[in-house]
């Protein structure tokens, strides 16, 4: 049974970077694409990131051109990277799976394709 769990979370400066990672066990992540999601408080959780088994990606509006996922196959493991942090980013962040033997070259944001789901891990951007 596939499990995640998030890391690299913590408090940044405005205009900084994180990476977090997504790391699994119980299955390879390669049978499944993965999706990244944040909800701020007193908001809807939102889908920010997927990448697909081939390795396309897909981002949101929000986050096109500062963040970057991908994979990184022998750690069983998908990160997010994250630049140009502002205050708006401030959430706790999930990754989920979609599968398994998903079809290959696709991945979408909506929240119904997914589970399992990782705990979360907290990312505050302030100064």
């Known amino acids: 049974q596939l499990q995640l769990v998030e890391s690299g979370g913590g408090l940044v400066q405005p205009g900084g970077s994180l990476r977090l990672s997504c790391t699994a066990s119980?299955?390879?992540?390669?049978?499944?694409?993965i999706g990244w999601f944040r909800q701020a408080p007193g908001k809807e959780r939102e889908g920010v990131s997927c990448i697909t088994r081939t390795g396309g990606t897909l981002y949101a509006t929000s986050v096109k051109g500062r963040f970057t996922t991908y994979r990184d196959g022998p750690k069983n493991t998908i990160f997010l990277q994250m630049n140009s942090l502002n205050s708006d980013d401030t959430a706790v962040y999930s990754c989920?799976?979609?599968?398994?033997?998903?079809?290959?070259?696709?991945?979408?944001?909506?929240?119904?394709?997914?589970?399992?789901w990782g705990q979360g891990t907290q990312v505050t951007v302030s100064s």
């Open positions: 989920a799976a979609s599968g398994p033997d998903a079809e290959p070259t696709w991945c979408g944001l909506s929240e119904t394709y997914f589970g399992p």
């Open positions: 119980g299955d390879t992540l390669d049978r499944w694409y």
